[in-house]
Every structure is written in C-alpha cells, then in structure tokens.
C-alpha cells in the first residue's frame, strides 16, 4: 500500500449499522476506526453532568472551553473516549446520552470545536470514519464516501438486540420511538445536517447480514485504492 493517507467516509442514521461495519472494514484494511459520534456522546455526557440544557446553544458553549475531550486505540482498535483523563467509553453509551448527543450535536460551536480533532485523524492516519456529516462537512474529499441505512423498523431491532445484550430493559415501542425523533432531530438541523454527499455510494442494509454489507464496503475500498 502507497504511504498516501485513504479515507472512508461512512454516513447514516442511528442503528444502520455503521460503527459495526467501520470497524470491521477499517480492521481488514489495517486503517484506523474513527467513531465521531462517540465525541459528540462526550460532549452530551459533559453537559449532562453539568446539569446544563443541551438545547441551550449559549449555556453548551459556555462549557466548551473547559472541556478535555481525548480519545486513544487500544490493541484491538477500539477506540476509547476520555473526559478530564476519566474513561468514559462506556458511560457514554446509554438512551439518555444518545438523546444529549444528538441535542448538543445540533449547536455549531460544538461542531466547530470537534472539527479539527476529526480532521487531524484523517491528515495523520488512513481511516474509516463513521458519523452524520463527514462525507459532506468534515472529509469532503475522502477516497470513498458511504451512506449507510437501513429501514427504521430494521435499525430499532438492531439496537434492541444491543441493548437488550447489555441488560437495559427498553422496549422495542420506545426504541423505535427514540429513534425516529433522533433521525428528526439530526435531519433537519440547520448546522451540518445528516444527509448523503453527492458522490456518496448508497448502501441499504436493511436485508443483508453484516457480513454482507461488511464485504460490499471492502469491495468498494479495494476498487478505490
Ligand atoms: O453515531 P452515534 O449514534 O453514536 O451519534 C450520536 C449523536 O451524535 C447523533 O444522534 C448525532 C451526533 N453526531 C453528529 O451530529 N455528527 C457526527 N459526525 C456523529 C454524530
């Protein structure tokens, strides 16, 4: 492989699948996985903890300088998040959370605080990076651009399955339920609103298994590089 830096850009709502398949291809390829939602979930988490409204764009944005956002790869290529040097990979991943993310998300002060962090993986690594916009605002010239979806009832079943795994006792009713006013949400903001780029390659995953959409991407890796 050329020492010249490749990036995937993987777009797409909540439970498409993306982080699963990023990950695995970003494994076969020997890239980096990027996982931009777990930044944004970090900046939900601190202004949860804050006692701060993550709809109020001034109140978000008064936090942001305070914050000390890192993330690092452990072996297996997991990536990990860290708020003032505490982990908080896990705490990051609830219902709750998932709503702040998405909340804070729509504030552009914060997107504009996470850009170069996201840009910088992207000048230093080859990467597969997951997220709403980065086919369209963060790498608009990636090698390769994906948006993947899936039907809402397909992508709910999928989180309750992950849920459930991890011993939350949610309903598939209110899964479904938090989800579509996720997508609401991250569609229609004003500042950098989940959509497909132009020149992305659309990818239904709603009747493959994730082996399936998991060599449909590589295939397309491989024709790029
Ligand atoms: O991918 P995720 O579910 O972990 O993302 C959590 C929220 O973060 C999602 O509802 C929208 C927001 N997000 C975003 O606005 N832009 C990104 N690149 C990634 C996530």
Not at 2 to 29: L, N, Y
Not at 60 to 86: C, H, K, N, W
Not at 181 to 190: G, H, M, T, W
Request: glycine share 8%.
């Amino acid at each position: 492989m050329s020492d010249r830096r490749f990036s995937v850009a993987i777009d797409g709502p909540s439970g498409a699948g993306k982080s699963t398949v990023a990950r695995a291809v970003a494994a076969r390829c020997g890239f980096i996985y990027v996982d931009t939602g777990a930044i944004y979930r970090t900046v939900g988490l601190a202004a949860r903890r804050a006692g701060v409204d993550p709809h109020s764009g001034p109140a978000v944005q008064a936090l942001l300088p305070g914050l000390d956002i890192r993330f690092d790869y452990g072996s297996d290529g997991t990536q990990r998040m860290f708020l003032g040097g505490e982990d908080v990979s896990k705490a990051i991943r609830t219902p709750e959370i998932s709503m702040y993310a998405s909340a804070v998300s729509a504030i552009p002060a914060v997107r504009a605080f996470l850009l170069d962090m996201q840009r910088d993986m992207a000048r230093a690594h080859s990467v597969v990076m997951d997220g709403r916009d980065i086919g369209t605002v963060v790498l608009p010239e990636a090698d390769l651009k994906i948006f993947l979806t899936a039907s809402l009832r397909a992508r709910a079943g999928r989180r309750l399955a992950e849920l459930a795994a991890k011993g939350d006792p949610s309903t598939m009713e209110q899964v479904q339920q938090d989800m579509a006013k996720r997508d609401e949400q991250d569609e229609s903001r004003a500042a950098a609103p989940l959509k497909a780029a132009a020149d992305a390659v659309l990818l239904d995953t709603s009747d493959l298994t994730l082996e399936q959409s998991i060599n449909a991407v590589c295939r397309l890796v491989e024709a790029r590089l």
